[in-house]
């Protein structure tokens, strides 16, 4: 099990299905880890595991690398094509690049799955999509079941199929629960984990090699960006505290600089890193499982500059890329020895940083307006190339609560070095939704000319909920899932199409929110009035009034009539008598 | 049923009863009044409470401290050097002082936030009001939260200038230190937006404006980086480098909203009882002793000044611009010379920032509503709502009284047969208006034996239910309010220069406008008379006759003389002015307290000034009232008792005050949108007093049939005749005499 780089215990909920035997053809299995530094500090870890099955072996329930329990929820929900992301943060664009994988193994904040299933009609894929979603939730502790009908879209334009298939008869369905939850919660506050971003991974198809040989792939990776400084603190006291004097790192060269005055330059400068630093334990060496010769044997990368020094230790050796390519170096790692490199402390003003990928474009998605009934949406598309149109796919699944106008629906050019005239929008797919239903589904495809900034505006409105409709943190407001945004014609350097994908962050909106204390209040008053009223009304209308001398005599009244009547008789007889006395 | 309604037209027309309204409205101005006094007491108000559990005041440790105060230091010389005036040697050997330009300082701010790896950016605005123009920059940083979405934010703002126009030296390095400090925690749930602006009014406005995309693209420029919804904004200002002894809490709003309590409860608990520094608030340290605080007196300073602050609506620091978009906000101040440094200062915005960073729901559960009295008490919108509430019912109330009023005339009767053959007459009326009649006459004759003692029985006084003509003064009320927006855009469109003059030319137009009514009245008879006398000679109209008017159709008869004619279209025109204002008062108690509370206040004497005929005294009295308590001479009262109270130095004059409050209302009016004093002042006070003061000057030259009088010695005749009033009354207190003569 503990192949790469060991992680803490609380990853092998993902982990537990790269099963690692002892027996196993070496193509089965791959693994990799990426190590990119980042400017200001940081550093992005890609990891991933591939594993194959037979689809023999994968229908007739013979799992050997692929996970069982998995294997069986999907086989039960007629699950060909599986993609399973769990996000937390937000790629910082500006400082970090392009994103990993080109956005392609990312999701939305939150939990996304989408998903083909077989199936005839449209009904029995729904009912195919909640078994799986309730399966799901149940392996990984997410909260998946809620993954309703009311957020589940069908894409027409923003997925498509990655794997082989035979079968016609697939549905798509996508699915978004943003906010908290998932293994990316469940992970939390751990110092692996204690990173900037941070995004999970599943991805389950069908491939086909030469039409004969079909495969069942199962692809997890976890990439994430780590502040170094920040994973550097020990575990015990992870506490920012102010440092000692003499660990502050100053600019000497300021006329004011003292011993009680410094100027900071240490956020310029990346600390000396090394791989237990940042994950707290040492690489346990190569895997038995994987390929022991060969390209992808060499599962530790590190995309530095060749001019950068790197003091390795003694569990393996280094190669580096060739001239031409992107400058790397990667390490074949030896099958039980421990490895670990010591990175040395590097400088923005000394150090040759490795030169970013510039993202094809930027989107930024808000909410303009305020107050609880109207708002409107403003996504900013900024297409920074000078000379390449980008053509992409504005992919929105809003919750039902939130009514977009489409006729508000806008693009203009905001900025642009861009003289001619543009068609921006190209298409657009809409799906209205039905209250407590569905959700609204927006797919449009807009193209957006070379150095501009265009932006896609709309109005909405929102709609009252009903009382038990509100979540216990109403007033927090509702989570509006992220936009996604697929890029089209884009090739890879041989010429196939390549899928580049990003997301927007989610939005937080605001709904009109009841004084949930109010009804209470109302109870207490109505009770009030109720009783006393009912009190009195019962009272008159129960009870029988007669006159005083009707009210026939019960027993303790007669015995005390006849005690008065004695005490009478025996009083006037004393009077009596004394009145005969006196007379 | 019969029987309740015969005794409930006794009652309407009961003659105790139709004297007690007058009092009954003076006794809801004063109840008002009283109200607010009595609230300072222990009784009335409350202790502070946190309501919100999860803000959690005070419940961290704090470690802005150590070496973080050497970073301090450095910082403050890089910002002094932008901010403050500096010496600088020329190639000569001469010395010169000048200050950078606001966009090398922008530059220098950013740099700044660089060398911390915050991503900052920049947002031009220019606001141009009355020909003035008021231009900036504001610079701002994002720390993004390490595993956040940027779906929340907290906002810190530090302008460069303060509200007295002080400059924030250290202020702006407190922000920046603290944004460096801040962006290495990992436990931030919502970004921390970190906002450097030139002032605390336009600046921020315009800032919050592009972050709403709520503003004007011609004056401000869109922002190129934002964040998520904002949850909370502390506003830092530190003016002075010594030591201070005490933070003051700024909390009023724009148009006198205000943050939630629990901010400020937060602000205090964190201060004063966690980190030991005293928290003020309404500039008690100029006016109350620390150990004083809880005294009566200084809690309604307290109070006082809250509700100025409030009824006036204007910008009282950076936070306030942010609470009309529903953002709680406060500005902490260091004031006074003690013991605590930047770095207490710097904890107290450390705790607080950890507070907000805390919540899971925007602030909601505490007040929004609410009146301070000291750092830990206040009053609640339940205690103190019903004095503005009585003293809007005490127009009401008045206003309905002279509405039951204008519906009858005292008619004489010459016995009983008579009485009983015009009901007989008007044997078509309607069965209760009979009843009513005869109830009143009961009522009258009761009436007449108590105050005449008991004369001729045969000779009485009835009051006769007659026609309201609503036509005329339901146009002149409607008139007068729409046209009361003329005045208020003249004064907000005015330009910087000719704000001045052109108060004063509007002021003299607007006393002219009920004297030029009063006129235009007098000379044409028809628009009194004429709305149900169809213009004909009014001795060819028959008494008591039901008539069809052009108009109005009416069962009942017109007043019976030209006299009572015109004492009933004052007294409806009053009614319903006094009724809108009641209405206004109220509507605008729930919106803005203070406001309607002074207001109510300023237009209760023009409660009562009116159309007095028969009582000169009244009429003296009631012009005196209006004289006094209008806009124009209260604004000048209201600018020498701010110059005596010692707010504006001697080099300013009077005339220069009202100047920097007509500027100000007009900036307010169209940077902040505050509408609170304009409006106040000129849609509902000007009409009321217009209204007054149309009754006033009418009772001195109309005469009784509602024309100009000729003569100008019977204008001395009143005052004669007040003068031998005013000496029989003096005689009648020394001598009491039994019979008293009464005035016809």
Not at chain 1, 430 to 449: F, H, K, M, N, W
Not at chain 2, 665 to 670: A, I, L, Q
Request: include cysteine.
């Amino acid at each position: 099990m503990k192949c790469l780089v060991s992680l803490p215990e609380a990853l092998w909920v993902l982990l537990t299905f790269v099963s690692c035997l002892s027996i196993v053809a070496a193509t089965d299995y791959f693994e990799r880890l990426d190590l990119t530094p980042l400017p200001l500090g940081s550093l992005l870890a890609s990891f991933e595991f591939r594993s194959n099955e037979s689809l023999e072996a994968y229908a007739s329930q013979d799992f050997r690398y692929f996970p069982r329990s998995l294997g069986q929820v999907l086989q039960h929900a007629g699950t060909k094509e599986l993609h399973l992301r769990f996000t937390t943060g937000r790629w910082d664009t500006e400082t970090w690049g392009a994103r990993p994988w080109d956005g392609t193994k990312e999701g939305a904040t939150g939990v996304e799955l989408w998903a083909w299933i077989e199936s005839d009609t449209e009904q029995e894929a729904m009912r195919k999509w909640l078994t799986l979603n309730q399966g799901l939730s149940g392996l990984f502790c997410a909260s998946m079941n809620f993954i309703d009908e009311t957020r589940t879209t069908k894409p027409s334009l923003s997925f498509q199929r990655t794997g082989d298939h035979r079968n016609a008869s697939l549905h798509l369905l996508h699915g978004v629960l943003p906010g908290k939850a998932g293994v990316a919660s469940l992970l939390d506050g751990h110092k692996v984990f204690d990173a900037s971003w941070q995004s999970m991974s599943v991805d389950v198809r069908p491939r086909c090699v030469s039409g004969q040989n079909c495969l069942v792939e199962i692809d997890q990776t976890i990439d994430m960006v780590l502040n170094i400084a920040r994973a550097k603190r020990p575990r015990e006291d992870p506490i920012p505290r102010p440092v000692q004097p003499y660990e502050l790192i100053c600019d000497e060269t300021k006329p004011y600089h003292s011993q009680d005055t410094c100027y900071p330059i240490d956020a310029l400068e990346t600390p000396a890193w090394s791989l237990k630093d940042v994950f707290g334990r040492p690489a346990a060496g190569a895997c038995p499982l994987a390929e022991e010769g060969g390209p992808e044997a060499k599962s530790l990368c590190l995309n530095i500059p060749h001019s950068q020094g790197v003091w390795i230790g003694a569990g393996g050796f280094e190669v580096r890329s060739p001239p031409g390519e992107a400058e790397k170096r990667c390490y074949q790692m030896i099958a039980g020895e421990p490895f670990d490199f010591d990175m040395p402390k590097t400088s923005v003003r000394t150090h040759k940083q490795i030169e970013l990928e510039e993202e094809l474009i930027t989107a930024e998605r808000t909410m303009t307006g305020h107050g609880a009934a109207k708002g409107g949406m403003r996504t900013v598309f900024t297409n920074p190339s000078a000379t390449e149109p980008v053509n992409l796919v504005l992919f929105e699944s809003l919750p039902w609560f939130l009514r977009p106008f489409m006729h508000t629906l806008k693009a203009q050019i905001v900025e642009s070095e861009f003289p001619f005239e543009w068609e921006i929008i190209k298409d657009l797919y809409y799906r209205p939704a039905v209250d407590r239903r569905r959700g609204t589904q927006i797919e449009v495809v807009l193209s957006i000319p070379p150095a501009s900034v265009v932006m896609v505006t709309y109005d909405f409105d929102k709609a009252i909920l009903r009382y038990t409709e509100y979540p216990p943190d109403a007033n927090r407001g509702f989570i509006v899932a992220p936009a996604v945004v697929r890029i089209l014609d884009k090739a890879d350097a041989s010429g196939n199409a390549k899928a580049i994908y990003l997301r927007t962050t989610s939005l937080l909106l605001a709904l009109p929110t009841p004084d949930f204390s109010m009804p209470y209040n109302v109870i207490i008053l109505t009770s009030t009035v109720m009783a006393l009223a009912f009190g009195s009304i019962f009272n008159i209308l129960i009870r029988r009034f007669v006159a005083f001398d009707e009210v026939p005599e019960n027993k303790i009244g007669k015995l005390v009539k006849s005690a008065r009547l004695r005490v009478a008789t025996l009083k006037e007889k004393i009077t009596g008598t004394k009145a005969d006395k006196t007379e | 049923m019969g029987l309740l309604r015969s005794s409930l037209s006794n009652i309407r027309t009961s003659p105790r009863l139709l004297k007690a309204p007058p009092y009954i409205s003076l006794l809801c101005f004063l109840g008002g009044i009283i109200w607010i006094l009595l609230l300072p007491l222990d009784e009335y108000s409350r202790r502070t409470y946190i309501s919100e559990n999860a803000l959690l005041p005070g419940q961290v440790h704090t470690y802005f401290h150590g070496t973080e105060q050497n970073i301090f230091r450095a910082y403050r010389h890089e910002v002094a050097e932008v901010l403050e005036v500096q010496e600088h040697v020329q190639q000569d050997g001469s010395k010169a002082y000048m200050k950078a330009t606001p966009q090398h300082r922008n530059q220098r701010i950013r740099d700044l936030f660089g060398n911390s790896g915050i991503k900052s950016a920049v947002q031009s605005y220019k606001y141009t009001v009355g020909g003035q123009d008021f231009e900036g920059e504001n610079v701002y940083g994002v720390v993004h939260a390490p595993r956040g979405d940027g779906t929340e934010s907290i906002v810190i703002v530090a302008p460069v200038e303060n509200f007295e126009g002080q400059l924030n030296t250290d202020g702006v390095t407190l922000l920046l230190t603290l944004a460096r400090y801040f962006s290495r925690w990992s436990l931030w749930s919502k970004d921390i937006i970190l906002l450097v602006t030139p002032d605390t009014s336009t600046g921020p406005q315009a800032w919050i404006d592009a972050y709403l995309s709520q503003h004007d693209p011609e004056m401000v420029a869109s922002l190129s980086l934002k964040s998520g919804a904002i949850q909370g904004v502390i506003c830092i200002d530190f003016p002075f480098r010594h030591s201070f002894h005490a933070l003051h809490i700024s909390y009023d709003g724009i148009n006198g909203q205000l943050p939630n309590l629990d901010l400020i409860n937060t602000a205090t608990q964190i201060s004063a009882g966690q980190l030991g520094i005293p928290t003020l608030l309404q500039s008690q340290h100029l006016y109350a002793k620390p150990e004083a605080q809880h005294h009566y007196l200084n809690r309604l300073k307290v109070l006082g000044h809250g509700m100025r602050n409030q009824a006036v609506g204007h910008s009282t620091g950076a936070h306030s611009v942010f609470m009309p978009y529903h953002i709680d906000a406060i500005t902490l101040t260091a004031v006074g010379d003690g013991r605590e440094d930047e770095m207490a200062f710097g904890r107290v915005v450390e705790s607080l920032t950890r507070s907000l960073n805390n919540l899971l729901e925007k602030l909601h559960q505490s007040f929004f509503f609410y009146l301070l009295l000291q750092n830990n008490r206040f009053v609640s919108i339940g205690t103190y709502l019903p004095s503005a509430m009585a003293v809007g019912a005490g127009f009401s109330v008045m206003a309905i009284y002279l509405w039951i009023k204008s519906g009858y005339e005292q008619r004489e009767e010459k016995d009983q047969q008579h009485t009983k053959a015009t009901e007989h007459d008007n044997g078509q009326r309607d069965r209760t208006e009979a009843a009513l009649a005869d109830a009143s006459i009961t009522n009258e004759q009761l009436f007449n034996t108590e105050s005449a003692g008991g004369i001729d029985l045969a000779r009485r006084k009835v009051w006769k239910p007659i026609d309201r003509p609503l036509v005329l003064p339901l146009t002149l009320i409607a008139g007068l309010y729409l046209t009361s927006l003329i005045p208020l855009a003249i004064l907000v469109t005015a330009q910087k220069g000719a704000l001045l003059t052109r108060t004063g030319s509007l002021c003299s137009v607007l006393i002219m406008v009920p004297i030029g009514l009063t006129f235009v009245l007098s000379n044409n008879p028809k628009l009194l008379h004429g709305t149900y006398f169809d213009g004909a000679p009014l001795e060819k109209q028959g008494n008591g006759a039901p008539r069809e008017t052009g108009l109005v159709h009416s069962d009942l008869s017109p007043p019976s003389d030209s006299k009572t004619r015109v004492l009933q279209f004052h007294t409806i025109l009053k009614s319903l002015s006094l009724l809108v204002l009641g209405l206004e008062l109220t509507v605008l108690a729930t919106l803005n307290f203070s406001l309607s509370m002074f207001l109510g206040v300023l237009c209760t004497p023009l409660c009562f000034a009116g159309f007095y005929k028969d009582s000169s005294s009244r009429a003296v009295a009631s012009l005196v009232a209006v004289v006094l308590f209008n806009p124009f001479v209260v604004a000048n009262a209201a600018t020498l008792a701010a110059k005596l109270a010692g707010y504006y130095d001697g080099s300013v004059g009077l005339t220069d005050v009202l100047r920097i409050w007509l500027e100000a209302v007009s900036f307010g009016w169209r940077v902040h949108g505050a509408y609170g004093v304009p409006v106040g002042v000129f849609c509902v006070w000007l009409p009321a007093w217009t209204v007054a003061t149309l009754g006033t000057v009418s009772s001195f030259v109309m005469d009784e049939e509602g024309k100009v009088e000729k003569r100008v010695e019977k204008v001395k005749g009143i005052a004669k005749d007040n003068l031998t009033q005013v000496k029989q009354a003096a005689q009648r207190r020394s001598s009491p005499s039994p019979a008293r003569k009464r005035k016809k």
